[in-house]
């Protein structure tokens, strides 16, 4: 009796964790150097053109971790695009959680969810959501 009432008292506590951050938890963390750099190397010569809601989901796409609210998609070496999360994403940055993402088309769309699961226990994390790519492309 006592441990099925603390497997369900561990159980709530995994659950409210996974969706009660305050505000100073939910802010993004700072995007940190090594981070920085990835972002200036991928970025470096390239210009920005008009956000898109949706791009290809294909095995090419790879997806860069700058911060807790920052994804790179580097679709090749040509185009990367840059994919401001809706809200924060806690913990994203971390990159031992695995990045998991549900989408409800062939592509990738504003507004897909993103869930952190945790790789050891498999406990899972935040939920996400996609916002808009904007595709940047070396200059002509």
């Known amino acids: 009796m006592l441990r099925t009432h603390l497997i369900s008292v561990l159980s709530a506590s995994v659950l409210l964790a996974g969706c009660?951050?305050?505000d100073a938890e939910s802010a993004p963390a700072p995007i940190r150097d090594?981070?920085?750099?990835?972002?200036?190397?991928?970025l470096?010569?390239?210009v920005a053109g008009e956000p898109r809601s949706c791009i290809s989901n294909t095995r090419n796409v790879n997806a860069i971790r700058i911060?807790?609210?920052?994804l790179?998609?580097?679709?090749?070496g040509r185009t990367v695009y840059v994919n401001k999360l809706r809200s924060s994403c806690p913990g994203l940055t971390r990159g031992d959680d695995i990045m998991v993402v549900e989408?409800?088309?062939?592509?990738?769309c504003s507004g897909d969810l993103i869930r952190l699961v945790d790789r050891?226990?498999?406990i899972p994390g935040?939920?996400?959501?996609?916002?808009?790519f904007t595709p940047y492309k070396k200059a002509k």
């Open 67 to 70: 911060s807790d609210d920052t």
């Open 103 to 108: 989408t409800y088309s062939g592509q990738l």
């Open 126 to 132: 935040p939920v996400c959501s996609l916002g808009d």
């Open 120 to 122: 050891t226990s498999g």
């Open 20 to 22: 009660n951050y305050s």
């Open 72 to 76: 790179l998609y580097r679709e090749s």
């Open 34 to 42: 090594k981070e920085a750099k990835v972002l200036e190397k991928e």
């Open 44 to 46: 470096k010569g390239k």
